[in-house]
């Protein structure tokens, strides 16, 4: 006679589910504490401006790593550059046109500044892009 009883080896389980949803809620909650709170944030105030400064960019004048220079997608002999320049420059239609300079990085830096130079002569903005391409 056996008055032991036959246990069924259950195994037993904890529901994940609702542990799931509040850690969830949790990332949420400091993903969000962190990019409000951030202590190292500096507050500026951006100058405004009462008309429009935007100038419109005229010419774009590109060097490349053989000693070719281009104004826009036509080619010029760098000698003629500043003539080109200069007519293009009084027919723009802006006040104060702007000259963007894009030049290959194996370009001598005294040709940038040879064409800084001449556009500032005659009046324009200038900036420069050195890439490799």
Do not use: C
């Not at 202590?39 to 935007?54: C, E, G, L, N, R």
């Not at 001598?108 to 892009?129: E, H």
Request: charged fraction near 25%; proline fraction near 3%; glycine fraction near 4%.
């Amino acid at each position: 006679m056996s008055l032991r009883r036959k246990h069924k080896e259950d195994h037993a389980e904890v529901d994940t589910g609702p542990l799931n949803d509040i850690l969830f809620i949790l990332l949420f909650f400091f993903l969000i504490m962190a990019t409000v709170a951030n202590p190292y944030v500096i507050k500026m105030s951006t100058p405004k401006a009462k008309t429009d400064t935007k100038s419109k960019q005229s010419l774009v004048v590109s060097l490349n790593r053989n000693g070719n220079a281009y104004i826009g997608q036509q080619r010029i002999v760098f000698d003629s550059l500043e003539l080109e320049l200069k007519r293009r420059i009084n027919t723009a239609d802006s006040s104060k046109p702007a000259v963007v300079i894009n030049a290959d990085s194996l370009v001598a830096w005294k040709d940038i500044v040879r064409i800084m130079t001449i556009a500032k002569r005659l009046g324009a903005t200038t900036s420069a892009s050195v890439t490799n391409q």
